[in-house]
């Protein structure tokens, strides 16, 4: 079935810095990817989103282009914030259109 | 709409005790999910929704869970007995399964502690 692998953290930038966080899927076909953030204390909320190959989903200065070609879907922003500090999840359906979700990455950003 | 809305967001119960989590989905969504959170096994699916009807309750640990949805506006979650190991934070999600690339909409979550 679909599911995505996501890069292990946790992960600890300055503020201001350049980050990346890998995602790569395995699908049949090629199906919606998505970008969830989780606040501390919070649920996760929908961060950014992709339908369909080539497509870039964008989003409070993250961005993420879905690559048919590397199955990839990694999430980037140019400056972090400390406000960014959070936990990051990569999402798919699965075969039965149920969401599955990354392992999660959290970011800490140091002022 | 209010969104997602779960209660109680905080439970904390002794081990043995019958534990009922509850969860509005947002009106007009057909889908409903439940997941738990915890640190060693991060965001796991237990349950899934379609109109009501469940469609996968692979995710669920053991016969002490439960789950019902009586209705379009509203899920349980049952933990029955609890035990400690059921400590972890309880999440409800909705969405329209109308076209593949709507998201899901998430709750804020019961945590509940079992003692």
């Known amino acids: 079935g679909n599911s995505v692998t996501q890069m292990e953290g946790p992960v600890t930038l300055s503020e201001e810095a350049f980050l990346t966080i890998n995602c790569t899927y395995t699908a049949t076909g090629y199906p919606s990817l998505f970008w969830y953030v989780q606040y501390p204390g919070e649920g996760l909320q929908l961060l950014l989103k992709?339908?369909?190959?080539?497509d870039k989903g964008s989003n409070k200065g993250f961005e993420a282009t879905y690559r048919k070609e590397t199955t990839s879907f990694h999430l980037e922003k140019g400056s972090v914030q400390v406000s960014d500090s959070a936990v990051y999840f990569c999402?798919?359906?699965?075969?039965?259109?149920?969401?599955?979700f990354g392992s999660g990455t959290q970011l800490t950003v140091l002022p | 709409d209010a969104g997602v809305i779960q209660s109680p967001r905080h439970e904390v119960t002794e081990m043995g005790q019958e534990v009922t989590l509850r969860c509005k989905p947002i009106?007009?969504?057909?889908?409903l999910f439940w997941y738990r959170q915890t640190m060693m096994r991060g965001l796991e699916l237990l349950i899934y929704f379609n109109n009501n009807v469940p469609i996968d309750d692979s995710g669920m640990p053991e016969d002490r869970f439960s789950a019902k949805m009586p209705n379009a506006s509203f899920s349980t979650l049952k933990i029955q007995p609890s035990e400690p190991r059921d400590s972890a934070v309880y999440f409800c999600?909705?969405?329209?399964?109308?076209?593949?690339?709507?998201?899901?909409?998430f709750g804020q979550g019961t945590r509940l502690t079992v003692v």
């Open positions: 999402a798919l359906p699965g075969s039965a259109r149920q969401l599955t």
């Open positions: 999600a909705s969405r329209t399964d109308s076209q593949e690339h709507t998201e899901a909409f």
């Open positions: 992709a339908t369909k190959a080539d």
């Open positions: 009106s007009g969504h057909n889908s």
